[in-house]
């Protein structure tokens, strides 16, 4: 979902920043700025910044960005100092005038501004895009980039009942699709929605989902499990993970020739998630035949990374249902809710946010799914069949004849 404020490039930003700044100072603490304001601040930020044409040359622009950060660690130091008003410290201006200040510019032993290099800057996604809007933040999905929000849309989807929505999630573009499924879930059960069978994207699934969703509110989470990647040779594809029989009781890993592990350790992978990891000795790797089929490890003994038994159980159950043509006939029903975002983008403005912030673009993305669910609704009493695909009418051509 696309934010309401304009996307700026990173000297426009700083200079915004700035701008925004100064004018919520003015209205907050009109007779303490006068008294901080420098002579060349009324010039520099008397306009918004895309108002003016920015400087052709690298080293004018370069000069500007120094003058701006200037400018604004001036700033900072005077709300810093002793006797600045307490309701302009307060300011939300000011505190995103920090926080663009510590992404962009660093301060010198002299206390002269530098702009940070970008391998400084923190990821793409959790920059401020807007002194207008900080929480709108950039995101790129399938090679759509937008900066602005992610909507999540859960509907109902039993044949003899109009296909109501049942919930809307707004969060920051950035976050993972699956980082809101347990946020669903609990918001379902809070209004006596849950289903008892979730069709849902890939993006919304794991190996920790799985289990949870089923534990804590008695849902089969239903979507596709990303694939293990798969080695390059039938000969290698025989020592994938799939291969290696795990005792869970004796913990301990048998390798597909026949050898066990020596160390079981329970620890955590890179982003903190639970993993255990079963480790062979190299005395029975070194001398193995299979050695270079098995694993390419400096070590030459083979390491296997795997789930907590509740969580692998479940992913290889998932994966197996994927197998299923009955699971597949059953998994089409989710392809509704590409109709339903398809109908709130064209007919009733998802896409784009008509206000600033979170909560207030939350709010119009429910009243949307309202009027949609009234729509549906109407329909659905009227007895209108729900409409299919949508055919061409070229491809109707064919259908005809």
């Not at 930020?45 to 080293?59: C, G, I, K, P, V």
């Not at 609990?186 to 993006?203: E, F, N, Q, R, T």
Request: aromatic content about 8%.
């Amino acid at each position: 979902m696309l934010g309401a404020a304009r996307d700026l490039h990173l000297l426009e930003l700083v200079t915004e920043t700035l701008r925004a700044t100064l004018g919520t100072l003015a209205a907050a603490a009109p007779d303490w700025l006068r008294g901080v304001a420098r002579p060349g601040w009324y010039e520099r930020y008397a306009h918004r910044a895309e108002n003016f044409r920015l400087l052709q040359s690298d080293t004018g622009r370069a000069a500007l960005a120094v003058t701006v950060g200037a400018d604004g660690y001036a700033l900072l130091d005077a709300l810093d100092a002793e006797g600045a008003p307490a309701a302009a410290r307060a300011a939300q201006a000011v505190a995103t005038l920090r926080t663009v200040w510590g992404t962009h510019y660093a301060r010198r032993e002299d206390g002269t501004p530098r702009w940070r290099e970008p391998r400084e800057w923190p990821p793409v996604g959790e920059r401020v895009q807007s002194p207008y809007d900080p929480e709108m933040h950039y995101s790129m999905k399938r090679g759509m980039e937008w900066s602005g929000y992610k909507v999540h849309v859960t509907e109902a989807c039993d044949d003899d009942a109009a296909h109501v929505i049942t919930h809307v999630r707004t969060g920051p573009a950035m976050l993972p699709d699956m980082a809101s499924t347990a946020a669903i879930h609990a918001a379902l059960a809070a209004k006596g929605l849950l289903p008892s069978d979730h069709y849902v994207d890939s993006g919304y699934v794991d190996a920790g989902l799985l289990v949870s969703s089923r534990h804590e509110h008695g849902i089969s989470l239903e979507g596709p499990i990303r694939a293990v990647p798969r080695r390059r040779t039938e000969a290698e594809r025989a020592y994938e993970q799939g291969s290696f029989a795990i005792d869970w009781d004796r913990e301990r890993v048998t390798c597909p020739e026949g050898k066990t592990s020596v160390t079981w350790r329970a620890g955590r992978d890179e982003v903190g998630a639970p993993r255990i990891t079963a480790v062979f000795s190299r005395t029975d790797c070194g001398a193995c035949a299979a050695l270079a089929l098995c694993t390419t490890a400096k070590e030459a003994r083979r390491s296997v990374y795997f789930h907590p038994r509740p969580e692998y159980e479940a992913l290889n159950a998932a994966r197996a249902r994927m197998d299923d043509p009955a699971w597949r006939k059953r998994y089409g029903i989710r392809a509704g809710i590409e109709g339903t975002l398809s109908q709130g983008v064209r007919a009733f403005g998802m896409r784009r946010s008509h206000y600033v912030g979170e909560i207030k673009t939350g709010l119009q993305q429910v009243c949307a799914a309202a009027a949609m669910n009234v729509a549906r609704i109407v329909n659905w009493l009227a007895g209108s069949p729900r409409a299919n695909t949508r055919t061409t009418r070229f491809a109707a051509l064919a259908q005809a004849t």
